[in-house]
Protein backbone atom coordinates (compact mmCIF):
# COMPACT_ATOMS: atom_id res chain seq x y z
CA UNK A 1 0.00 0.00 0.00
CA UNK A 2 1.37 3.21 -1.01
CA UNK A 3 -0.18 6.88 -0.88
CA UNK A 4 -0.66 6.98 -4.58
CA UNK A 5 -2.92 3.92 -4.32
CA UNK A 6 -4.90 5.28 -1.32
CA UNK A 7 -5.17 8.40 -3.87
CA UNK A 8 -6.68 6.30 -6.51
CA UNK A 9 -8.83 4.89 -4.02
CA UNK A 10 -10.33 7.94 -2.82
CA UNK A 11 -10.99 8.94 -6.41
CA UNK A 12 -13.30 5.87 -6.91
CA UNK A 13 -15.15 6.62 -4.01
CA UNK A 14 -16.00 10.07 -4.70
CA UNK A 15 -16.25 9.61 -8.04
CA UNK A 16 -18.52 6.62 -7.83
CA UNK A 17 -17.04 5.50 -10.91
CA UNK A 18 -13.58 3.58 -12.14
CA UNK A 19 -14.07 5.17 -15.15
CA UNK A 20 -14.64 8.82 -14.05
CA UNK A 21 -11.63 8.43 -12.16
CA UNK A 22 -9.37 7.21 -14.64
CA UNK A 23 -10.27 10.30 -16.53
CA UNK A 24 -9.30 12.85 -13.93
CA UNK A 25 -6.34 11.29 -12.83
CA UNK A 26 -5.15 10.86 -16.30
CA UNK A 27 -4.80 6.91 -16.10
CA UNK A 28 -6.58 3.87 -18.25
CA UNK A 29 -9.18 2.42 -16.40
CA UNK A 30 -7.86 -1.05 -16.39
CA UNK A 31 -4.62 0.63 -14.39
CA UNK A 32 -7.18 2.02 -11.89
CA UNK A 33 -8.56 -1.26 -11.39
CA UNK A 34 -5.23 -3.00 -11.05
CA UNK A 35 -4.51 -0.38 -8.41
CA UNK A 36 -7.83 -1.25 -6.39
CA UNK A 37 -7.43 -4.88 -6.82
CA UNK A 38 -3.24 -4.56 -5.20
CA UNK A 39 -5.25 -2.77 -1.91
CA UNK A 40 -7.95 -5.56 -2.11
CA UNK A 41 -5.07 -8.29 -2.13
CA UNK A 42 -3.15 -6.42 0.84
CA UNK A 43 -6.03 -5.59 3.10
CA UNK A 44 -7.58 -9.30 1.98
CA UNK A 45 -11.14 -7.83 1.75
CA UNK A 46 -13.05 -6.05 -0.84
CA UNK A 47 -13.27 -2.62 -0.94
CA UNK A 48 -15.84 -1.67 -3.66
CA UNK A 49 -18.48 -3.14 -4.90
CA UNK A 50 -19.91 -2.26 -8.36
CA UNK A 51 -23.62 -1.69 -8.05
CA UNK A 52 -25.39 -0.92 -11.65
CA UNK A 53 -23.09 1.69 -12.73
CA UNK A 54 -21.66 3.09 -9.36
CA UNK A 55 -18.77 1.74 -8.00
CA UNK A 56 -19.64 1.95 -3.89
CA UNK A 57 -17.58 0.99 -0.89
CA UNK A 58 -18.05 -1.53 1.12
CA UNK A 59 -18.40 -1.12 4.83
CA UNK A 60 -14.31 -1.79 4.84
CA UNK A 61 -13.70 0.50 2.12
CA UNK A 62 -15.81 3.11 4.07
CA UNK A 63 -13.18 2.60 7.01
CA UNK A 64 -10.47 3.01 4.93
CA UNK A 65 -11.85 5.95 2.95
CA UNK A 66 -11.79 7.72 6.21
CA UNK A 67 -8.19 7.12 7.08
CA UNK A 68 -7.30 7.46 3.89
CA UNK A 69 -8.82 11.18 3.43
CA UNK A 70 -6.51 12.12 6.47
CA UNK A 71 -3.28 10.31 5.12
CA UNK A 72 -3.68 12.40 1.79
CA UNK A 73 -4.02 15.50 4.12
CA UNK A 74 -1.15 15.31 5.85
CA UNK A 75 0.59 14.74 2.68
CA UNK A 76 -1.12 17.96 1.23
CA UNK A 77 -0.34 19.98 4.53
CA UNK A 78 3.06 18.81 4.34
CA UNK A 79 3.64 19.58 0.40
CA UNK A 80 1.75 22.85 1.14
CA UNK A 81 4.23 23.94 4.26
CA UNK A 82 7.81 23.38 2.10
CA UNK A 83 6.40 25.09 -0.44
CA UNK A 84 5.22 28.04 1.79
CA UNK A 85 8.36 28.06 3.22
CA UNK A 86 10.25 28.34 0.10
CA UNK A 87 8.12 31.40 -0.76
CA UNK A 88 5.29 29.65 -3.21
CA UNK A 89 2.05 28.89 -2.89
CA UNK A 90 0.81 25.16 -4.37
CA UNK A 91 -0.36 22.32 -3.18
CA UNK A 92 -3.86 20.45 -2.81
CA UNK A 93 -6.47 21.49 -0.81
CA UNK A 94 -10.18 19.44 -0.33
CA UNK A 95 -12.86 22.19 0.53
CA UNK A 96 -16.27 20.63 1.60
CA UNK A 97 -19.71 22.11 0.86
CA UNK A 98 -23.34 21.14 1.35
CA UNK A 99 -25.91 20.90 -1.38
CA UNK A 100 -26.55 24.63 -2.20
CA UNK A 101 -22.99 26.23 -1.30
CA UNK A 102 -21.00 23.02 -2.82
CA UNK A 103 -23.82 22.50 -6.11
CA UNK A 104 -24.18 26.14 -6.71
CA UNK A 105 -22.04 28.93 -5.45
CA UNK A 106 -18.38 27.36 -4.73
CA UNK A 107 -17.90 26.03 -7.77
CA UNK A 108 -17.52 29.81 -9.21
CA UNK A 109 -15.53 30.78 -6.00
CA UNK A 110 -12.91 27.84 -6.28
CA UNK A 111 -12.82 28.65 -10.14
CA UNK A 112 -11.72 32.57 -9.39
CA UNK A 113 -9.30 31.29 -6.66
CA UNK A 114 -7.46 28.96 -9.09
CA UNK A 115 -6.97 32.02 -11.40
CA UNK A 116 -5.27 33.60 -8.69
CA UNK A 117 -3.11 30.75 -7.33
CA UNK A 118 -3.14 28.34 -10.71
CA UNK A 119 -0.26 26.15 -8.54
CA UNK A 120 -3.23 24.98 -6.16
CA UNK A 121 -5.45 22.11 -7.01
CA UNK A 122 -8.84 22.81 -4.93
CA UNK A 123 -11.03 19.11 -5.28
CA UNK A 124 -14.57 19.96 -3.99
CA UNK A 125 -16.37 16.85 -1.76
CA UNK A 126 -20.43 17.71 -1.51
CA UNK A 127 -22.46 16.37 0.85
CA UNK A 128 -25.28 17.08 3.37
CA UNK A 129 -24.26 19.31 6.12
CA UNK A 130 -23.75 16.99 8.61
CA UNK A 131 -21.48 14.81 7.24
CA UNK A 132 -19.66 17.90 6.02
CA UNK A 133 -19.38 18.73 9.76
CA UNK A 134 -18.17 15.52 10.54
CA UNK A 135 -15.07 15.66 7.79
CA UNK A 136 -14.13 18.59 8.62
CA UNK A 137 -13.89 17.75 11.93
CA UNK A 138 -11.94 14.70 11.55
CA UNK A 139 -9.71 16.69 9.47
CA UNK A 140 -10.45 14.66 6.18
CA UNK A 141 -11.24 18.51 5.31
CA UNK A 142 -9.11 21.38 6.09
CA UNK A 143 -12.54 23.96 4.63
CA UNK A 144 -16.93 23.13 5.10
CA UNK A 145 -19.47 26.13 3.84
CA UNK A 146 -22.73 24.72 5.31
CA UNK A 147 -26.08 25.95 5.34
CA UNK A 148 -26.70 25.53 9.35
CA UNK A 149 -24.83 26.18 12.84
CA UNK A 150 -23.00 22.83 14.22
CA UNK A 151 -22.72 22.59 17.94
CA UNK A 152 -19.13 20.95 17.94
CA UNK A 153 -17.19 22.82 20.35
CA UNK A 154 -13.84 22.66 18.45
CA UNK A 155 -15.28 24.10 15.41
CA UNK A 156 -15.47 27.16 14.16
CA UNK A 157 -18.14 29.06 11.63
CA UNK A 158 -17.88 32.47 10.12
CA UNK A 159 -21.00 33.19 7.93
CA UNK A 160 -19.95 34.34 4.70
CA UNK A 161 -23.40 34.62 2.66
CA UNK A 162 -27.09 34.91 3.25
CA UNK A 163 -28.81 32.33 1.59
CA UNK A 164 -32.43 33.62 0.46
CA UNK A 165 -35.03 30.70 0.98
CA UNK A 166 -38.80 30.72 -0.11
CA UNK A 167 -42.04 28.35 -0.49
CA UNK A 168 -42.21 26.80 -3.59
CA UNK A 169 -44.75 25.93 -5.55
CA UNK A 170 -45.69 24.44 -9.25
CA UNK A 171 -46.88 27.20 -11.41
CA UNK A 172 -50.30 25.93 -11.56
CA UNK A 173 -50.44 25.91 -7.58
CA UNK A 174 -53.66 27.76 -6.43
CA UNK A 175 -50.81 29.87 -4.11
CA UNK A 176 -48.67 30.35 -7.21
CA UNK A 177 -49.97 33.88 -8.14
CA UNK A 178 -50.08 35.14 -3.90
CA UNK A 179 -46.58 36.71 -2.31
CA UNK A 180 -47.38 34.94 1.15
CA UNK A 181 -49.05 32.53 2.85
CA UNK A 182 -50.01 31.95 6.44
CA UNK A 183 -47.64 29.03 7.92
CA UNK A 184 -51.57 27.74 9.16
CA UNK A 185 -52.16 27.16 5.25
CA UNK A 186 -48.54 25.53 4.97
CA UNK A 187 -49.24 23.36 7.49
CA UNK A 188 -52.40 21.76 6.02
CA UNK A 189 -50.58 21.39 2.66
CA UNK A 190 -49.10 18.16 1.37
CA UNK A 191 -45.40 19.20 2.33
CA UNK A 192 -41.61 17.45 0.65
CA UNK A 193 -39.01 17.53 2.96
CA UNK A 194 -35.02 17.12 3.07
CA UNK A 195 -33.53 13.95 5.35
CA UNK A 196 -32.12 14.08 8.09
CA UNK A 197 -28.26 16.06 8.38
CA UNK A 198 -29.68 18.72 5.79
CA UNK A 199 -28.95 22.02 6.01
CA UNK A 200 -32.15 22.79 4.40
CA UNK A 201 -33.73 20.67 6.74
CA UNK A 202 -31.95 22.03 9.84
CA UNK A 203 -33.22 26.05 8.61
CA UNK A 204 -36.45 24.61 8.69
CA UNK A 205 -37.13 23.42 11.86
CA UNK A 206 -35.37 26.32 13.40
CA UNK A 207 -37.92 28.49 11.35
CA UNK A 208 -40.50 26.55 12.77
CA UNK A 209 -39.87 26.50 15.92
CA UNK A 210 -39.90 30.21 15.87
CA UNK A 211 -43.17 30.27 15.34
CA UNK A 212 -43.92 27.72 18.36
CA UNK A 213 -44.37 24.88 15.23
CA UNK A 214 -42.56 21.67 14.82
CA UNK A 215 -42.07 19.68 11.34
CA UNK A 216 -44.71 17.38 12.64
CA UNK A 217 -47.23 20.23 12.64
CA UNK A 218 -46.94 19.70 8.58
CA UNK A 219 -48.53 17.48 5.93
CA UNK A 220 -44.96 15.68 5.35
CA UNK A 221 -45.81 13.73 2.02
CA UNK A 222 -42.06 12.71 1.20
CA UNK A 223 -38.67 12.95 2.36
CA UNK A 224 -35.95 13.10 -0.52
CA UNK A 225 -32.06 12.63 -0.15
CA UNK A 226 -31.18 15.60 -1.90
CA UNK A 227 -32.30 19.20 -3.43
CA UNK A 228 -32.60 17.73 -7.02
CA UNK A 229 -34.86 15.25 -5.61
CA UNK A 230 -37.24 17.28 -3.66
CA UNK A 231 -37.16 19.90 -6.96
CA UNK A 232 -38.80 16.91 -9.42
CA UNK A 233 -40.93 16.04 -6.61
CA UNK A 234 -42.74 19.46 -6.07
CA UNK A 235 -42.62 19.35 -10.30
CA UNK A 236 -44.66 16.06 -10.07
CA UNK A 237 -47.28 17.05 -7.74
CA UNK A 238 -46.08 15.65 -4.35
CA UNK A 239 -46.04 18.36 -2.62
CA UNK A 240 -44.78 22.28 -2.00
CA UNK A 241 -41.21 22.52 -0.03
CA UNK A 242 -39.29 25.51 1.20
CA UNK A 243 -35.74 25.69 -0.79
CA UNK A 244 -33.05 28.27 -1.60
CA UNK A 245 -34.27 29.92 -4.49
CA UNK A 246 -30.57 29.68 -5.90
CA UNK A 247 -31.61 25.97 -6.36
CA UNK A 248 -34.69 27.14 -8.60
CA UNK A 249 -33.36 30.17 -10.39
CA UNK A 250 -33.77 28.79 -13.47
CA UNK A 251 -36.94 27.29 -12.94
CA UNK A 252 -38.13 31.00 -11.31
CA UNK A 253 -37.03 32.73 -14.61
CA UNK A 254 -39.13 30.53 -17.03
CA UNK A 255 -42.03 30.44 -14.60
CA UNK A 256 -42.07 27.10 -14.06
CA UNK A 257 -42.12 27.48 -10.60
CA UNK A 258 -43.59 30.30 -7.92
CA UNK A 259 -41.68 31.23 -4.98
CA UNK A 260 -43.72 32.43 -1.88
CA UNK A 261 -43.03 34.07 1.52
CA UNK A 262 -44.35 32.89 5.01
CA UNK A 263 -46.45 35.87 6.64
CA UNK A 264 -44.64 36.72 9.53
CA UNK A 265 -41.16 34.63 9.01
CA UNK A 266 -37.89 35.52 7.53
CA UNK A 267 -37.30 32.70 5.07
CA UNK A 268 -33.39 33.36 5.09
CA UNK A 269 -30.15 31.78 6.27
CA UNK A 270 -26.44 32.32 7.34
CA UNK A 271 -24.01 30.44 4.82
CA UNK A 272 -20.77 29.25 7.22
CA UNK A 273 -17.55 28.79 6.52
CA UNK A 274 -16.55 26.02 8.68
CA UNK A 275 -13.32 24.98 9.96
CA UNK A 276 -11.64 23.00 12.81
CA UNK A 277 -9.58 25.42 15.67
CA UNK A 278 -7.50 22.53 16.62
CA UNK A 279 -5.51 22.57 13.24
CA UNK A 280 -3.14 24.57 12.03
CA UNK A 281 -4.25 25.93 8.42
CA UNK A 282 -2.38 24.67 5.68
CA UNK A 283 -1.56 27.93 2.88
CA UNK A 284 -3.66 27.11 0.80
CA UNK A 285 -6.67 26.57 3.16
CA UNK A 286 -5.31 30.11 4.78
CA UNK A 287 -5.42 31.59 1.71
CA UNK A 288 -8.93 30.26 0.29
CA UNK A 289 -10.40 31.01 3.51
CA UNK A 290 -9.51 34.69 3.16
CA UNK A 291 -10.59 34.49 -0.49
CA UNK A 292 -13.90 33.31 0.52
CA UNK A 293 -14.16 36.23 3.14
CA UNK A 294 -13.60 38.34 0.00
CA UNK A 295 -15.79 37.10 -2.31
CA UNK A 296 -18.58 37.50 -0.27
CA UNK A 297 -20.57 39.56 -3.12
CA UNK A 298 -19.87 37.00 -5.08
CA UNK A 299 -21.23 34.06 -2.65
CA UNK A 300 -24.60 36.11 -2.42
CA UNK A 301 -25.18 36.87 -5.67
CA UNK A 302 -28.44 34.92 -7.03
Given at each position: ?9 CN ?57 R ?8 A ?27 LP ?56 E ?29 R ?7 K ?19 A ?8 I ?53 A ?17
Amino acid sequence: MDLWQLHIFCNVVEWKSFSKAARHIHLSQPTVSSHIKDLEAHFNCRLIDRLGREAVPTRAGEILYRYARKLLAMRDEAEAAMADFQGRMQGRLVVGGSTIPGGYLLPRIIGAFSSLYPDVTVSLIIADTAKIVEQVLSGELELGVVGARTTQKHLVQEAVAVDEMRLIVTSDHPWSGLKRISLEDLCSEPFVIRESGSGTRKSLEEILSSGGYRLDDLRITAEMGSTVAVIQAIKGGVGVSILSTTAVRDELRSGKLAALEIAGFRLSRHLYLTRNQTRTASPPAAAFAAFIQQQTSILSKQ
